[in-house]
């Protein structure tokens, strides 16, 4: 067995559940920025993904610079309220602080801080994110060597731009001294194999493995197991 020097690990869906965050986080923005420019229309969540997704068609960035898109998204908003080009900054300003500030209201998963402070006295810990969450705004981040997002490297996982990087961090690291750990099976796990690095998959949901061309990987549902599984198929 290769012997494991750093472990990486996603943060939405694998540490907390994103959904209530971003949902509480959207309304509660919204209702902020209407504070200023009054009641606005905002659809449906079709709407709102349609409208996203044009967002991202005339600039391609925003696939990957979600801080640019979202500040797009209020922007538009406070345009079409009548405010200029320039007034208008100051408010995207005010409502991108808001919105990051509600984002990292989260709850962790049960035994998250215990696992990554056992698993910090063996192992380099870093972070792989496609999201805008910074380990660092919680005290769980002094574990942790590094944090990589999508911004960071201009691509979303499963490309290979963040683990590519990560691996960079050390000098004479080889993939196969790495696990990285998370939630989506392409995402994550994909992405980590192709490039020869071990995969465990959080399955916090108990839900079947249903990717037929990717073998099965390593998996746990509670974060109290994570040590022992990593010690009993590494080293």
Same mark, same amino acid.
């Given at each position: 067995?290769k012997?494991?020097?750093?472990?990486t690990?996603d943060?939405d869906?694998?540490?907390?559940?994103?959904?209530?965050?971003?949902?509480?986080?959207e309304r509660?923005?919204r209702d902020f920025l209407?504070?200023?420019?009054?009641?606005? *229309?905002?659809? &449906?969540? @079709?709407d709102f !993904?349609?409208?996203?997704?044009k967002l991202?068609?005339?600039?391609?960035? =925003?696939e990957?610079?979600?801080?640019?898109?979202?500040r797009a998204?209020?922007?538009?908003?406070?345009?079409?309220?009548?405010?200029s080009q320039?007034?208008?900054?100051?408010?995207?300003?005010k409502c991108?602080?808001?919105?990051l500030k509600?984002r990292?209201?989260?709850t962790?998963?049960?035994?998250?801080?215990e696992?990554v *402070?056992?698993l &910090?006295t @063996?192992?380099? !810990?870093?972070?792989?994110?496609?999201?805008?969450?910074d380990?660092?705004h =919680?005290g769980?981040?002094?574990?942790?060597?590094f944090?990589?997002?999508?911004?960071?490297?201009?691509?979303n996982?499963p490309?290979?731009?963040?683990f590519?990087?990560a691996?960079?961090?050390y000098?004479?690291?080889?993939?196969?001294?790495?696990i990285?750990i998370?939630d989506?099976?392409?995402n994550?796990?994909?992405g980590?194999?192709?490039?020869g690095?071990n995969a465990?998959?959080f399955?916090?949901?108990?839900e079947n493995?249903e990717?037929?061309?990717?073998?099965?990987?390593?998996?746990?549902?509670?974060w109290?197991?994570?040590?022992?599984l990593?010690?009993?198929?590494?080293?």
């Amino acid at each position: 067995m290769k012997k494991i020097k750093l472990i990486t690990f996603d943060l939405d869906d694998t540490f907390w559940d994103i959904n209530p965050v971003i949902i509480s986080a959207e309304r509660s923005t919204r209702d902020f920025l209407e504070g200023y420019i009054g009641k606005q *229309e905002w659809g &449906s969540m @079709s709407d709102f !993904l349609i409208f996203r997704k044009k967002l991202i068609e005339t600039d391609p960035s =925003f696939e990957w610079d979600i801080k640019g898109l979202r500040r797009a998204i209020y922007q538009k908003k406070i345009l079409e309220a009548g405010y200029s080009q320039e007034n208008s900054e100051e408010l995207v300003n005010k409502c991108y602080k808001f919105f990051l500030k509600k984002r990292h209201e989260v709850t962790f998963y049960k035994n998250v801080f215990e696992a990554v *402070e056992e698993l &910090s006295t @063996s192992y380099s !810990l870093g972070v792989l994110t496609n999201g805008n969450a910074d380990i660092n705004h =919680f005290g769980i981040g002094k574990h942790f060597d590094f944090s990589i997002s999508s911004y960071d490297v201009k691509s979303n996982k499963p490309e290979k731009g963040h683990f590519i990087a990560a691996k960079n961090k050390y000098d004479n690291l080889e993939y196969d001294e790495i696990i990285h750990i998370g939630d989506h099976p392409i995402n994550d796990v994909k992405g980590a194999l192709d490039l020869g690095i071990n995969a465990i998959w959080f399955n916090g949901s108990n839900e079947n493995w249903e990717e037929e061309s990717i073998k099965e990987p390593l998996q746990f549902d509670d974060w109290s197991k994570i040590t022992k599984l990593i010690e009993s198929n590494y080293e």
